[in-house]
């Protein structure tokens, strides 16, 4: 069998060789590694063929809408794991039923089409790729900014999440259709799933587009996002305070009073933080090195986090730490690392800004736009 072509061999070939091998009245045979090796790429050859059939069978039911509608999508979640069967899937036209499924009635479909994109395009620049060409950044961007059902919402913005992460065009045109105003919407929400989404995709862009802190300043986002910063759930004050962080490094000064609120807030988790037990604290990392870099950035002090040894446990290594905390455990620490310019070297706080600049910064730098982004852009005006 190990010298047959693989393209040959069927599902009950492949069961028979088994139990030529194995029928289990007695010990396993020894089996060569050349007929292993066999074995396993026909088998996974066999799979391969039949998931790329799977996809032209399941492209076809998505084109006649069936009954078991939610049943296939939740199929199809699980395949397209696999980013070789979610390129599969556009390869044999399955994509764009799919966008059309964002558009349907059922607010249960629209959730479950957006949650099968949101796979599907996940580190997978091939289908983001797609998925703009095919225009199916503006479904998901309606139904973020307007489905009337939150779930749907949600899952919206998790696919535009996983759309635009790493994507320029993507970024480009969520900025465009002023994504800001959206993710404000999201943040004064009572759903700690949606702000949660909402928080961490603003902390990407502002990563990402350094102008953009001056938005999210004079959008009102600050004041938000320091009410965030005492959520009960992690995740929400995690993403709220690494956005306040990106903010501080930015020079986005705050007011008086978001200063003073920002360190009473500040100083509860400190206080509680001090008080966890050592599996809390190993479970907090993240937050704890965010609060201490967040105090020292805005406050130009150490925390008692950092004083009493808090930032860094025992077994913890300096090379996991984020530039700022990993530099004042080094031999000669800078103090003043935490606040940084921007990539112009200027605060962008600095002199007046007219209405049309302001406008520009939602939109992004047109100077850094390629030629293939101000095409995408176009179309969509």
Partial sequence: ???????RVSWTELLRWSLSHIDGTRPSPHISEENRRWFEEAV????TVGMAQRMRDMTLLLLTSPSHLEDLLDELHEHVESIDIANDLISVGGLFP?????KNSNARIRAKAAQVITTVVQNNPISQQSVMEASGFEPLFRNFMFDPDLT?????LGAISSLIRNNKLGVAAFRLANGYAGLKDALSSDS??????????????????NSDCGV??????????????????????????GSLLELARDNNLLTPT?????????QRRIDSIRVMSIEDLHAAL??????????????KEPSLLYEEGLVVLPGEDLFELPPDVANRFSESPPRGSAMQPNSDGESLNTGDTSSQDKKMLLIGDATGTSSAETSYLLRMQ
């Fill in 44 to 47: 996974e050859a066999q799979a």
């Fill in 152 to 156: 749907a919402r949600i899952k919206a």
């Fill in 258 to 266: 978001e200063g003073t609120r920002l360190r009473s807030i500040l």
């Fill in 216 to 241: 999210v300043t004079e959008l009102g986002f600050t004041q938000m996002m320091i009410h965030l910063a005492s959520s009960p759930d992690s995740g929400v004050r995690e993403a709220a305070l």
């Fill in 1 to 7: 069998m190990a010298g047959e072509s693989d393209s």
């Fill in 98 to 102: 799919l966008l059309n499924y964002l």
């Fill in 286 to 299: 993240e937050e704890r090195r965010l609060v201490d870099s967040l105090w020292l950035a805005c406050y």
């Fill in 192 to 209: 700690t799933r949606f702000q949660r989404k909402a928080l961490n995709l603003t902390l990407y862009l502002l990563t990402e587009c």
